[in-house]
């Protein structure tokens, strides 16, 4: 069983910036994904176990980044220019699989979520 334990989330205003944070052991790859009030949990971005290969959902890329500290058994997600769209519970999930996929079915192990709230 793995578990892990994200941090970081708060209350920010639009234009700020954010940097959750998700401690898990072993190699999996990794993903971060939101889910907003009503809406269904959606993928935000995913790295490689080796951190050499990463993916971003459209409405992210260019903003967020995902990176991991592989010493450290931590991944991060830097988010700039946040916008109120991007208000969510963001969950930290890890997936024992060989491809890099963005289904949430996909990912075995779950965080129990961090909220994070970008006012405008």
């Known amino acids: 069983q793995v578990r892990l334990v994200e941090s970081g989330g708060g209350l920010v205003q639009a234009g700020d910036s954010l940097r959750l944070s998700c401690a898990a052991s072993?190699?999996?790859?990794m993903g971060w994904f939101r889910q907003a009030p009503g809406k269904e949990r959606e993928f935000v971005a995913l790295i490689s176990r080796n951190g050499w290969r990463t993916y971003y959902a459209d409405s992210v890329k260019g903003r967020f980044t995902i990176s991991r500290d592989i010493p450290k058994n931590t991944v991060y997600l830097q988010m700039n220019s946040l916008k109120p769209e991007d208000t969510a519970v963001y969950y930290c999930?890890?997936?024992?699989?060989?491809?890099?996929?963005?289904?949430?079915?996909?990912?075995?192990?779950w965080g129990q979520g961090t909220q994070v709230t970008v006012s405008s």
């Open positions: 072993g190699s999996y790859i």
């Open positions: 999930a890890a997936s024992d699989g060989l491809a890099l996929r963005t289904v949430p079915s996909d990912y075995n192990f």
